[in-house]
């Protein structure tokens, strides 16, 4: 008998793709039946009343398995992690987080014979000697940053447990994601956000990275996008498991500034890198997602031009009626 999804734990639930994961989750599947977990209190009213919250810290094993088991969870999202700036700041942390958590989730879900598992990977797991351009799915995976470091061992771990123990273990290797819900805490391309609430609020930014910096980038509904159909996929159609590339755009940090320029004309960008840059220069500018297109029939919708449009209608409407 073929086993469907019937209810799904979050962790990472309040970060910036957890916040807009769980309100389409529990469109799909009911709001009784989406978890949503995260080591901080909820903010948000969906989080908070809309269904089940419960706090937790990843690398506590044993009440991470007390809400699989009292909630009868067969599916998991595992989005929690440090990223890569702060894992730089506080590397052990980054260690303890993004490897002992996943762990955590896999080893439940070994025992207890979940269904499916969505672990993330992230463009982190490239360093400065995979291909600048178009680096392919399958190449160099040297990182120098602790948050890559622990991705490509994710990306490892996940394989193991898929080829050694039988799990549907499935990941992206999420670029920067752009968003106007939940701000990003901790990234290296956090700045392709911050730059929007600063054009918006004060028409002025000082952006962390070089105005010749280019990365990778997505759109939140593309991520949520990647995300949902990666995890619909026929599993025996799936050649790969959790090291998907996903490409959705790239432009440099002044391409950014210029096209939030024609709808904002007045707003000004500045440049004063920080020891991100030296982050930003050891990722590739642009990757290969021909897998992800085969095996899953992958393809983005959006583009600089039209998430800039979306950002700044989305964002300015939000930060608004804030005011
Ligand atoms: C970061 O900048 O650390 C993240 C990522 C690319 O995974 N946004």
Redesign the pocket.
């Known amino acids: 008998m073929t086993r469907t999804t019937k209810r799904v734990l979050v962790t990472g639930a309040c970060g910036q793709i957890g916040s807009e994961l769980i309100p389409i989750l529990r469109q799909r599947y009911g709001n009784d039946s989406v978890v949503a977990t995260d080591i901080r209190p909820p903010e948000t009213a969906c989080l908070r009343d809309q269904g089940p919250f419960e706090q937790l810290n990843v690398c506590d094993r044993t009440t991470m398995g007390r809400f699989i088991e009292q909630y009868e969870i067969d599916t998991v999202y595992h989005m929690a992690a440090i990223?890569?700036?702060t894992g730089e700041e506080k590397p052990a942390l980054a260690w303890d987080v993004n490897i002992r958590g996943l762990e955590n989730v896999l080893e439940i879900a070994r025992e207890r014979h979940l269904l499916r598992i969505f672990c993330p990977s992230?463009?982190?797991v490239f360093g400065p000697d995979t291909p600048h351009d178009c680096a392919p799915q399958t190449t160099i995976l040297q990182p120098t940053t602790m948050?890559g470091i622990t991705k490509v061992a994710g990306e490892l771990l996940g394989e193991y447990y898929v080829q050694r123990f039988g799990l549907d273990i499935r990941g992206v290797r999420?670029?920067?994601?752009i968003s106007s819900e939940t701000p990003?805490g901790g990234?290296?391309?956090?700045y392709a956000v911050d730059i929007f609430y600063q054009a918006i609020l004060s028409r002025t930014y000082s952006c962390f990275v070089r105005p010749d910096t280019v990365l990778p980038m997505m759109y939140m509904p593309d991520c949520i996008k990647a995300t949902l159909d990666l995890m619909d996929a026929d599993f025996d159609s799936l050649k790969g498991h959790c090291n998907f590339n996903v490409a959705g755009m790239s432009f440099s940090a002044q391409e950014l500034a210029s096209e939030i320029q024609k709808h904002l004309p007045d707003f000004v960008c500045t440049y004063d890198p920080d020891f991100r840059q030296a982050i930003a220069d050891s990722w590739p500018q642009t990757i290969d997602d021909a897998p992800a297109r085969e095996e899953w029939n992958w393809h983005p919708r959006f583009d600089l031009s039209s998430m800039t449009i979306d950002m700044i209608e989305k964002l300015t409407a939000r930060l608004m009626s804030r005011s």
């Open positions: 990223l890569s700036a992230s463009i982190a948050y999420y670029p920067g994601i990003p990234g290296t391309t956090d």
